[in-house]
């Protein structure tokens, strides 16, 4: 149980072009959905909570305008990288967590998106 | 906000024996801890929580530590085999809070 999927895999695109990257709870509703970016060898790095229903909420330096997300349902949220550039090529994962669970309750990682802007 | 820092970067250990990844952190109030293995390419997968209203936490090979006193945790991985070969990330969540903060990740090498 607690699958999340992630489409797509793998994605090449032009510089100055938009990506949507689509993330899926398969058997499980999630009101909160995070998205992280992770260059090579380093950790995950926070860019925004996403709840349905309202606005995400952004960590500081992560640009909204750029990184526009969408959490439509309980079960899908969407980020659409506006205007691609060489830099935002990048490893992108989501995350999400089960509704009506505590904070404390386990994250269960999409297998990530590798963006890369040419 | 909270800070987490994990030793070692890289850690090679030859198969069968033991590994140990350590983690510290920085907010006292704190009280979730997961570990996550990350293959190449892919997506943290979770392998073993612990919550800090307990100290240990075994599941076959794998154990984790809490010492909320010093703040720091750690992951125990016994009769290592070549499949454990991957990054690992620790974490802290504080309670109330929807955030999770992780380490900057172990690279575990198993040597044949």
């Known amino acids: 149980g607690a699958v999340v999927s992630q489409h797509p895999s793998r994605v090449i695109c032009k510089s100055g072009t938009s990506v949507k990257i689509e993330c899926r709870s398969l058997?499980?509703?999630?009101?909160?959905m995070f998205w992280y970016r992770q260059f090579p060898k380093q950790s995950l790095m926070l860019m925004a909570t996403?709840?349905?229903?309202?606005?995400?909420?952004?960590e500081q330096g992560v640009e909204k305008d750029k990184f526009l997300i969408n959490h439509a349902s309980l079960t899908l949220s969407t980020l659409t990288v506006t205007s691609a550039h060489p830099e935002d090529s990048s490893f992108y994962i989501c995350?999400?967590?089960?509704?009506?669970?505590?904070?404390?309750?386990?994250?269960?990682f999409g297998n990530g998106t590798r963006l890369t802007v040419t | 906000g909270e800070n987490v820092e994990q030793h070692p970067s890289t850690l090679s250990v030859q198969e069968g024996d033991s590994a140990v990844i350590k983690c510290t952190y920085s907010?006292?109030?704190?009280?979730?801890f997961p570990w996550y293995k990350q293959e190449l390419g892919k997506g943290p997968q979770l392998i073993i929580d612990?919550?800090?209203?307990?100290g240990e936490k075994k599941d076959q090979r794998i154990a984790v530590t809490l010492n909320k006193t010093a703040k720091h945790f750690s992951l125990h991985i016994t009769e290592t085999q070549p499949e454990d070969s991957a990054v690992y990330f620790c974490?802290?969540?504080?309670?109330?809070?929807?955030?999770?903060?992780f380490g900057k990740g172990t690279r575990l090498h198993i040597l044949p």
């Open positions: 995350s999400a967590r089960q509704a009506f669970s505590s904070y404390n309750s386990p994250l269960h």
């Open positions: 612990i919550r800090s209203n307990v």
């Open positions: 907010d006292s109030a704190s009280n979730y």
């Open positions: 974490a802290a969540s504080e309670a109330g809070d929807d955030k999770i903060i």
């Open positions: 996403s709840n349905e229903g309202s606005k995400a909420t952004y």
């Open positions: 058997d499980f509703q999630a009101t909160t």
